[in-house]
Antibody, heavy 122, light 109 residues
């Protein structure tokens, strides 16, 4: 069974940093692209970033470009999201999600992790 | 940037058919995916590539896509179908490579 488990969320001050992790199991991690999607409280889904299975290609939403960095360690079956210069508007539940192919650029998100809450506030 | 437009809410009685639309410029040329999200839970894929169903999703869930509108159809609606539903596409010309619709709250009366 494919499982994704996020961790690393919490309360951080504006301008601060946080690193999220997503531990994957039940599939050949390096064969699939991965993505982060967030959801602000009471709001809809917003795509944040994606990375190819090899880690060689990365993609970002304009709202986080230059502040967030997506990466992966295929030897540890783990996806990361380094978040710097955090703003109040980054407050959200962050989900990691699996894509059906090795390259990002197409496809659906399935499954999703349970999410981790990031709160940016002073 | 590419925009997907969903109605904020749809209401239907049990046993009836619910149709949730997702509008976008020439969306029929794209592959559309649909997610169900219940309160406090992560989204779940219910339809992919316009009309395919993942294993474990009831046949009551179906999708179509043509022109400027994609539609998620839920037949014989049950109380357990009450949830938020989101459509999604990829659009490389957008500032977001991935675009989600704003979501539709399905209420079962």
């Amino acid at each position: 069974e494919v499982q994704l488990l996020e961790s690393g969320g919490g309360l951080v001050q504006p301008g601060g940093s946080l690193r999220l992790s997503c531990a994957a199991s039940g599939f050949t991690f390096s064969s699939y692209a991965m993505s982060w999607v967030r959801q602000a409280p009471g709001k809809g889904l917003e795509w944040v970033s994606a990375i190819s299975g090899s880690g060689g290609s990365t993609y970002y939403a304009d709202s986080v470009k230059g502040r967030f960095t997506i990466s992966r360690d295929n030897s540890k079956n783990t996806l990361y999201l380094q978040m710097n210069s955090l703003r109040a508007e980054d407050t959200a539940v962050y989900y990691c999600a699996n894509l059906p192919i090795a390259v990002a650029g197409t496809g659906w998100f399935d499954p999703w992790g349970q999410g981790t809450l990031v709160t940016v506030s002073s | 940037s590419y925009v997907l437009t969903q109605p904020p809410s749809v209401s239907v009685a049990p046993g009836q058919t619910a149709r949730i639309t997702c509008g976008g410029n020439n969306i029929g040329s794209k592959s559309v995916h649909w997610y169900q999200q219940k309160p406090g839970q992560a989204p779940v894929l219910v339809v992919y590539d316009d009309s395919d169903r993942p294993s474990g999703i009831p046949e009551r869930f179906s999708g179509s896509n043509s022109g400027n509108t994609a539609t998620l159809t839920i037949s014989r609606v049950e109380a357990g179908d009450e949830a938020d539903y989101y459509c999604q596409v990829w659009d490389s010309s957008s500032d977001h490579f991935v675009v989600f619709g704003g979501g539709t709250k399905l209420t079962v009366l």
